[in-house]
Every structure is written in C-alpha cells, then in structure tokens.
C-alpha cells in the first residue's frame, strides 16, 4: 500500500499546489491513499467547509488539523457532518467531531487516520500518549494500517510518540511547525516516523506568513495582523510503502517539490524511440 501524506496546506498557494500535485502523484507513485493537514488552507487560519469539500476534490481522501480547526467559525457545523475531517482526538468531550477515520484506499482496504495534539508549547488539553495510544487499540481491529497525525511544538514530545507507537501504528508524522524536518525513518518496529511533515504553500515567507509583517513583530515587538503570503507554493509531504498484512512500514520517502517541479510532474510522459 502506498500512502502519501502532506503537511499543513497553507493558503491559497497551498491549496493550488495541491491541485497540480495530487492527481499527477496519484498516477506517478501509484499511490492508494491521500491524507493532508488542512488547518491552515483558509487564508492560513482555520479552514471552511467549502475549502474542505475542494481539497477533497483534488484527490485528498482524509484531512486532519490541529490548534487552528476552530479558526472558521463555520467549521463548528461543517466537521459533525465531514467524518473526513478530523480535529485532535484529545480535545475535551464534547467538542465537535472526531479525532480519528476509518477510511478505505482505492481499492478497497481499510485504513485509520489518528489526529492529536501536543502540549508543550500549546494549549493545554488531555494526555496525547494515552489518548492515542485509545484511538489505536479501538482501530486496530478495523484496519492494520493506520497513521497518526501529532500535531505538535516540541521536537522532543514529537520523537516521544513515535517511539510511544512503535509497532503500534504504521505512521507517526509531525506537523504544525511547518518546517520539514530531514529525519525520516522506520522505527525498529515498523513505523515510519518523521518529526514534521512541513509545510505545503509559500515557501518565500516566514512560516507562511508575509515576511515583512512577521519579521516586525520580532523586530519592534509590536502587534501586527498576520496575512497569508503569495507566490508559488512548495509541497512537503512524506510517501510510505505499507504491509496491508501487517500494518507495518516498509520504506519511507520526504517529498520537497517546487512548483517548478510539481509541474514537470504533471507533464505528459514521453518515450524515446
């Protein structure tokens, strides 16, 4: 099984970049299953349920968040009614949605999706470890293959739960910092595992946010409304190959793919004679 899972969709260049790059992905890598961090693709705070319905459009199979889901006050009637939509599982009882999806690839095979939070540096909400550690044992008996989205601050939390789920889950992949880490690895029992995913969207900002403005709040320590940057975006995501009989994973690959590149991509493939 080969999945693909890109990191936090930022804006409106995100979201384009996305739409060249699925499709053409899909075909090229062959791959059975989609899943993208969405929390930042409406204008980089929050997202909409229509942004939500047109990243599943372009290819995307499950979306997952984080710290921001609440952002859109609209979102509050939207994610009861999108099980595709996912917010962290260890938000208090009572709030809407659900931190986990069981989804199905392209032909058939079932799959979990896990969403949870940090808490160092963050919100404080419930125990991460023993809420995705529940979320696990509740989905394994629908799917061998899972993957958890932690969407967290702390580097040191982050290489905690992977090793936490180990030979638990097939995938434990970092977001919210929005800069790509380069230790892709597989645990020693059989999760693949990277601290963060990175970011999908413009790439010439600071985190996503328009330089100038971000650069001056650390520059005078002065307030200043935070605006999504333009330009092209730049996808980061990370493809796995998975056992479907095992749940275990087999190789993992970091994508960091221009717009450039993401276009030669989707170009039509020529053979020589």
């Not at 796995?240 to 087999?250: E, L, N, W, Y």
């Amino acid at each position: 099984m080969r999945i693909l899972f890109i990191g936090d969709i930022f804006g409106k260049p995100g979201r384009e970049i996305v739409r060249r790059a699925v499709p053409a992905l899909i075909e090229r890598e062959s791959i059975d299953f989609v899943v993208a961090n969405v929390e930042n693709s409406a204008a980089g705070f929050g997202v909409t349920g229509d942004i939500a319905d047109v990243i599943l459009g372009y290819g995307v199979d499950a979306m997952t968040s984080g710290n921001h889901v609440w952002d859109k006050k609209e979102i509050l009637d939207y994610i009861p009614r999108q099980p595709k939509l996912i917010r962290p599982a260890n938000f208090p009882t009572g709030a809407p949605g659900r931190g986990s999806y069981l989804g199905r690839t392209r032909t058939g095979e079932p799959i979990g999706v896990i969403n949870v939070m940090g808490r160092i540096f963050m919100s404080p909400l419930d125990d991460p470890f023993a809420v995705a550690q529940k979320e696990v044992e509740a989905m394994r008996g629908k799917a061998r293959v899972i993957l958890v989205d932690f969407h967290a601050e702390a580097t040191s939390e982050k290489v905690a739960m992977g090793w936490h789920l180990d030979g638990r889950v097939t995938g434990v992949f970092g977001t919210h910092t929005h800069v790509q880490t380069a230790d892709d690895r597989i645990l020693p029992k059989g999760t693949a595992y990277l601290t963060d995913v990175g970011m999908t969207g413009p790439h010439d900002s600071i985190i996503g946010v328009t330089t100038e403005v971000a650069l001056g709040r650390f520059l005078n320590g002065m307030p200043a409304r935070f605006e999504s940057a333009t330009g092209p975006g730049r996808l980061n995501a990370v493809l796995i190959t998975a056992d479907q009989s095992t749940g275990r994973a087999t190789a993992i690959q970091r994508l960091n793919l221009s717009a450039t590149e993401v276009d030669a991509l989707a170009a039509p493939q020529t053979t020589g004679h």
